[in-house]
């Protein structure tokens, strides 16, 4: 029972959501820390549009028959437990003369959606928890 639970696409999911939530606030406090450097271009974290195309990509569709290690395969599975977050540098806006695309106001916006979204994550995961330590222990 444990392993299934441990393995389940939304533990998995929050799981990789809280992790992904962890470093996007790191990228985040990197941009902060460099508003006022030169030629920086802020970062970003990628986690959520390659988690979905990774659930989309599970062995619900179809997926093509090899029948020789040369052939090219048609829609591999793709395991959400692999899945990690990506960081990609935006390098085509520019806000001011020094080449630095940070704007101060929308990174803190971004740090405090961001601290929204964690808490509502491990307060998901702790329900999850408490629900399966209920079952576990019981009612008594």
Same mark, same amino acid.
């Given at each position: !029972?444990? +392993?299934t639970f441990?393995k389940? &696409?939304?533990?998995?999911?929050? @799981?990789?959501a &809280? *992790?992904?939530?962890?470093?996007?606030?790191?990228?985040?406090s990197?941009?902060?820390?460099?508003?006022?450097?030169?030629?920086y271009? @802020?970062? %970003?974290?990628?986690?959520? *549009?390659?988690?979905?195309q990774?659930?989309e990509?599970?062995p619900?569709?179809? #997926? +093509?028959?090899?029948t020789? +290690?040369?052939? &090219?395969?048609?829609?591999p599975?793709?395991d959400?437990l $692999?899945?990690?977050? /990506?960081?990609w540098r %935006? =390098?085509? !806006?520019?806000?001011?003369?020094?080449d =630095? $695309?940070? *704007?101060? *106001? #929308?990174? !803190?916006?971004e740090?405090?959606? $961001? %601290?929204?979204?964690? =808490?509502?994550l #491990? %307060?998901?995961? =702790?329900r999850?928890?408490?629900?399966?330590?209920?079952? &576990?222990? /019981?009612r +008594?």
């Open positions: !029972m444990l +392993g441990f389940s &696409i939304p533990y998995i999911a929050v @799981r990789k &809280i *992790d992904a939530a962890t470093l996007r606030q790191k990228v985040y990197h941009n902060i820390a460099n508003v006022d450097t030169p030629h271009k @802020r970062s %970003e974290v990628n986690f959520e *549009d390659t988690f979905k990774a659930l990509r599970t619900r569709r179809l #997926v +093509g028959f090899k020789d +290690g040369q052939h &090219i395969p048609i829609n599975p793709t959400p $692999n899945v990690q977050p /990506g960081i %935006e =390098n085509d !806006m520019f806000y001011r003369s020094d =630095n $695309n940070v *704007d101060i *106001d #929308v990174e !803190m916006a740090v405090a959606k $961001n %601290e929204l979204k964690f =808490n509502s #491990v %307060e998901s995961l =702790n999850k928890i408490r629900r399966l330590n209920l079952s &576990i222990r /019981g +008594g």
